[in-house]
Nanobody, 122 residues
Framework: VQLQASGGGLVQAGGSLRLSCAASGRTFSSYVMGWFRQAPGKEREFVAAIDWNGASTYYADSVKGRFTIFSDNSKNTVFLRMNSLKPEDTAIYYC????????????????WGQGTQVTVSS
């Protein structure tokens, strides 16, 4: 299983970015896909997750109302739309996958992408 994250960059506060996570290597119909982030000196934290069929989504309180996770099953790709970005959103963003139910616990995700840097300037 391979996950390829992309779409990070430098944006001003209040701006938007869309991250992509392309999955390959197996059928993901029963998987949960998640986005996590890690800022320098901090632990990796949960951002959002989605059941692969798109029926349910989950968000950290810090991003609710600003970020949207969605999937394009035909392309085996999960997206994270990030609006109203804040400097505190600056981090490396990782996508991850796991079989079974959604969880915010990073340790329970089996597969990880390489990460994409998001930097929000004030």
């Amino acid at each position: 299983v391979q996950l390829q994250a992309s779409g990070g960059g430098l944006v001003q506060a209040g701006g938007s970015l869309r991250l992509s996570c392309a999955a390959s290597g197996r059928t993901f119909s029963s998987y949960v896909m998640g986005w996590f982030r890690q800022a320098p000196g901090k632990e990796r934290e949960f951002v959002a997750a989605i059941d692969w069929n798109g029926a349910s989504t989950y968000y950290a309180d810090s991003v609710k109302g600003r970020f949207t996770i969605f999937s394009d099953n035909s392309k085996n790709t999960v997206f994270l739309r990030m609006n109203s970005l804040k400097p505190e959103d600056t981090a490396i963003y990782y996508c991850a996958a796991r079989g079974g139910g959604a969880t915010s616990r990073a340790a329970l995700y089996s597969y990880w992408g390489q990460g994409t840097q998001v930097t929000v300037s004030s």
